[in-house]
């Protein structure tokens, strides 16, 4: 999956738009899906040791599996930009089909 810094800050501007405090912890949530479980489940353990939760690991409608994995920060676009470049090495080193992105939850971070 392509990421550009550019669109990431564009985001961000979004964001700040829509009432987000992107200078306060936030949770950002980012999935990977696969043709199976197993590739997955590496993913998680290069990840939990670096405080990501595991919110869930499935089987989609379409019989792929999707790993969403979540963390409360603070990013910056230039962080967040680097994230995402080493998630798609990390697939790649992983043999994860793919990256698939991220989101971010404006709820209180605390909850």
């Known amino acids: ?9 564009e985001y961000f501007q979004k964001m700040e738009l829509e009432g987000f405090n992107t200078k306060s912890p936030l949770k950002w949530s980012f999935y990977f899906v696969h043709t199976n479980s197993g590739e997955l489940q590496d993913v998680y353990a290069e990840l939990k040791d670096h405080s990501y939760h595991l919110d869930y690991l499935n089987e989609t409608e ?14 910056t676009p230039d962080k967040l930009h680097r994230r995402n470049l080493a998630f798609n090495e990390l697939a790649n080193y992983c043999s994860v089909d793919t990256y698939d992105g991220w989101e971010v939850d404006k709820q209180d971070a605390l909850n």
């Open 1 to 9: 999956m392509g990421f550009y810094l550019h669109r990431v800050e």
């Open 62 to 75: 379409d019989g792929l599996w999707q790993l969403k994995v979540s963390k409360i920060e603070v990013l």
